[in-house]
């Protein structure tokens, strides 16, 4: 069955580092991935997606590439402030009929000042 | 343009009780979506349906029954609540990508549900 990992429950990094969160899947072929960023209490708002043919793509502090060889998306946040402290959630999606997209549990990214 | 609006926000039921859970969206989607999201399980889809008229089962569909209104809104029903369902609901809608697969998800607020 389709399987989504994003690397740990929960990151920490200080103020002014950069922060890399890890979606890695199996058993699926995806044609495309989406990052969605989601605070307490509120619903997952989209910031970015790329697509099986692109290797990176960035806004503003946020970079994200997709490698389909080693089924894994990198989600970078650089110079990264507590604000940006938030669950981030991958998800993939295909382009066979109306299939939903599958969301990964998301990573939890704590910036201290 | 409120983009997707949840009614209610929370709600506490006793088990065995019925409720719809409503969600309306002001974007001309196609698909719209329910989702359930509990502590370390991330976001589940329970149903969802791709355009006005059709409506798919998602992960975990048992207990629940949906129906898409018309193009705006689509609800969620519990016949028979249980302290399982007890959970945040997040109902989402999309377009379709040129190529098909869904585009941008749009969600809801949310409504927090305790079943007692």
């Known amino acids: 069955s389709q399987k989504i990992e994003q690397n740990s429950e929960a990151l920490n990094i200080q103020e002014g580092k950069t922060a890399t969160l890890t979606c890695n899947y199996t058993?699926?072929?995806?044609?495309?991935l989406q990052w969605y960023r989601q605070d307490p209490g509120r619903g997952p708002v989209f910031l970015l997606l790329?697509?099986?043919?692109?290797k990176e793509k960035r806004k503003e502090r946020l970079k994200v590439t997709f490698d389909t060889t080693l089924k894994q998306s990198l989600f970078h946040v650089t110079a990264s402030q507590p604000a940006d402290s938030a669950t981030y959630l991958c998800a993939l999606g295909s382009l066979s009929g109306n299939t939903p997209l599958v969301f990964g549990k998301g990573t939890r990214l704590s910036v201290i000042a | 343009n409120a983009g997707v609006t949840q009614t209610p926000k929370f709600q506490v039921l006793k088990t065995g009780q019925s409720m719809t859970l409503q969600c309306a969206q002001d974007?001309?989607?196609?698909?719209m979506y329910w989702y359930r999201q509990d502590p370390g399980m991330g976001l589940r889809l329970i149903y969802y349906?791709?355009?006005?008229?059709?409506?798919d089962k998602g992960e975990v569909p048992n207990g629940y029954n949906v129906s898409r209104l018309n193009k705006r809104e689509f609800s969620l029903r519990l016949e028979s609540a249980a302290p399982s369902q007890t959970s945040v609901y997040f109902c989402?809608?999309?377009?379709?990508?040129?190529?098909?697969?869904?585009?941008?998800?749009?969600f809801g607020p949310g409504t927090r549900l305790t079943v007692l």
């Open positions: 058993n699926y072929s995806p044609a495309y």
């Open positions: 790329i697509r099986e043919n692109e």
């Open positions: 989402a809608s999309s377009a379709i990508l040129s190529g098909g697969g869904a585009d941008t998800q749009y």
């Open positions: 349906s791709a355009s006005e008229g059709t409506t």
């Open positions: 974007m001309n989607h196609n698909s």
